[in-house]
């Protein structure tokens, strides 16, 4: 019975069979792959869109932080005018009162991170300050800030307002 028609029969079919199969198991391992590549492409794709909206959550936070503190400025601006004012005694209860409020005010920015930025006697930095007059000088070396006009503000290293200072300049 080893040549039955049968047996004979069955040789090219389980060939064909077996190809078809391993033909099949191919075409499944390259889809397999397929998905793999796109599962990990879309985990990629996901953990860019995580970290980008985190920025942008941050960038917006910035912005709102920094357009509420230029409010305060305007503020604390109006409270300082109202100091420099001769009419009142540096001792008078309304200048005193004054003064704990800008504290108060300035307090706030503070905890926000903001901080005032120039100072006379700083080295003068474009970055920083803007230079609203010149002063022609010896006794301070060249491009210092000698008067503060109106006082600049930072929230770290990003200035918000810069300070707007009268410079040094040395005389001919």
Known sequence: MPNSPETEDE?????TATADLEQRNADLE??????????????????????RAAREVDRRVLETTEAQARQWLDAIDSVERALRLD???????LALGLRRVLEQMESILERQGI???GEAG???D??????????QTNEV??????????????AGERVL????????RQAA
Do not use: C, M
């Open 115 to 117: 901080q005032r930025v």
């Open 30 to 51: 390259q889809r397999n792959a397929d998905l793999d590549d796109r599962y990990k492409r879309a985990l990629a794709d996901l953990d860019n869109y995580r970290k």
């Open 87 to 93: 009419s009142i005694e540096p001792e008078h209860p």
């Open 11 to 15: 040789g090219p079919a389980t060939a």
């Open 141 to 154: 070396p060249d491009q210092t800030v000698v008067e503060i006009a109106r006082s600049g503000w930072a």
């Open 126 to 135: 474009p970055e920083r300050h803007e230079a609203v007059g010149v002063v």
């Open 161 to 168: 307002r810069p300070a707007q200072v009268i410079v040094s």
């Open 122 to 124: 700083e080295r003068f």
